[in-house]
């Protein structure tokens, strides 16, 4: 597949993007949602051995900015938050001060579930829409085949545990990946793209970046796979990328060299397997 051709199709997930970003009830969820913060291992850990059901935390006064109130007598989750302090510093080659942010340590803060509040709603994210197309009917079996051929283990049933409601994962430890068997042909094709691109970019010893940016990256990948093998996995990719994104499009635009490289892969070898190179499959 040529590199014009996957510029193209990665160029159209970008513009569509960018268009829910500004869309009213992307852009309300997207202000809301900014407002929470990914909180470290330790402080998720903190979080639910005092609350185990929580399912949004927030300070107090982040609640009252969202329109809500922490109602009286609530106990606080107690977690830890950093304390900085900025100062000058002197560049010795220009001579200009330049101002930087320095951590002195950790102080003990309270931040309070949603279920500990009364207020206006919350936006929910618009729906992001399954695929409920048909698919190339050997794509989704070569997708799986390259899958293996990294010597992971594949599997079609249900998801395990904490991952009951999701539609595939990749598990590094066991090598193995999941597939949902209940999705209809486009869906199940296009998340064990997703998947397969876990597996290509972000095994252990990968250069290390946050879960959001490896979310972009996977569904980017499945996006410009399923495009150029004729399945329009927009419905749902767009949403999908947009909320993990946050609506920041230069955040996606800065994955689009490494979406590209591994897209390009994975067409090549599904073209390889048929003898017939960057061609969609029959």
Same mark, same amino acid.
């Given at each position: 597949?040529?590199?014009?051709?996957?510029?193209?199709?990665?160029?159209?997930?970008?513009?569509?993007?960018?268009?829910?970003?500004?869309?009213?009830?992307?852009?309300?969820?997207?202000?809301?949602?900014?407002?929470?913060?990914?909180?470290?291992?330790?402080?998720?850990?903190?979080?639910?051995?005092?609350?185990?059901?929580?399912?949004?935390?927030?300070?107090?006064?982040?609640?009252?900015?969202?329109?809500?109130?922490?109602?009286? &007598?609530?106990? &606080?989750?107690?977690?830890?938050?950093?304390?900085?302090?900025?100062?000058?510093?002197?560049?010795?080659?220009?001579?200009?001060?330049?101002?930087?942010?320095?951590?002195?340590?950790?102080?003990?803060?309270?931040?309070?579930?949603?279920?500990?509040?009364?207020?206006?709603?919350?936006?929910?994210?618009?729906?992001?829409?399954?695929?409920?197309?048909?698919?190339?009917?050997?794509?989704?079996?070569?997708?799986?085949?390259?899958?293996?051929?990294?010597?992971?283990?594949?599997?079609?049933?249900?998801?395990?545990?904490?991952?009951?409601?999701?539609?595939?994962?990749?598990?590094?430890?066991?090598?193995?990946?999941?597939?949902?068997?209940?999705?209809?042909?486009?869906?199940?094709?296009?998340?064990?793209?997703?998947?397969?691109?876990?597996?290509?970019?972000?095994?252990?010893?990968?250069?290390?970046?946050?879960?959001?940016?490896?979310?972009?990256?996977?569904?980017?990948?499945?996006?410009?796979?399923? =495009?150029?093998?004729?399945?329009?996995?927009?419905?749902?990719?767009?949403?999908?990328?947009?909320?993990?994104?946050?609506?920041?499009?230069?955040?996606?635009?800065?994955?689009?060299?490494?979406?590209?490289?591994?897209?390009?892969?994975?067409?090549?070898?599904?073209?390889?397997?048929?003898?017939?190179?960057?061609?969609? =499959?029959?």
């Amino acid at each position: 597949m040529s590199t014009t051709r996957a510029r193209a199709l990665l160029e159209r997930l970008h513009a569509g993007v960018a268009d829910l970003a500004t869309d009213r009830d992307w852009r309300r969820y997207l202000d809301v949602a900014g407002r929470f913060h990914r909180y470290s291992w330790w402080n998720t850990v903190a979080i639910f051995c005092q609350r185990p059901d929580a399912s949004r935390v927030a300070g107090y006064r982040v609640w009252q900015r969202l329109g809500r109130q922490v109602r009286q &007598g609530e106990r &606080g989750i107690r977690i830890l938050a950093p304390c900085t302090y900025r100062r000058l510093v002197a560049d010795d080659a220009s001579g200009d001060d330049t101002e930087i942010t320095q951590l002195r340590g950790f102080k003990v803060v309270s931040v309070f579930d949603i279920a500990q509040t009364d207020g206006e709603p919350l936006p929910e994210a618009p729906q992001v829409a399954s695929l409920d197309g048909p698919a190339p009917e050997t794509l989704h079996h070569q997708l799986a085949a390259l899958i293996r051929a990294e010597g992971f283990r594949f599997v079609l049933g249900t998801l395990p545990g904490r991952n009951a409601s999701a539609m595939g994962v990749t598990d590094f430890g066991s090598r193995t990946v999941t597939v949902r068997n209940t999705l209809a042909g486009a869906q199940r094709a296009k998340t064990t793209a997703h998947e397969l691109a876990h597996v290509l970019l972000h095994a252990p010893g990968q250069p290390a970046i946050g879960k959001a940016r490896r979310e972009i990256e996977a569904e980017s990948v499945a996006y410009v796979v399923l =495009a150029a093998m004729s399945v329009d996995a927009g419905t749902y990719s767009f949403g999908y990328v947009t909320a993990w994104a946050g609506g920041d499009t230069a955040v996606v635009q800065a994955t689009g060299e490494r979406v590209l490289e591994c897209a390009r892969l994975v067409l090549d070898r599904l073209g390889a397997s048929h003898g017939d190179a960057g061609r969609p =499959a029959a």
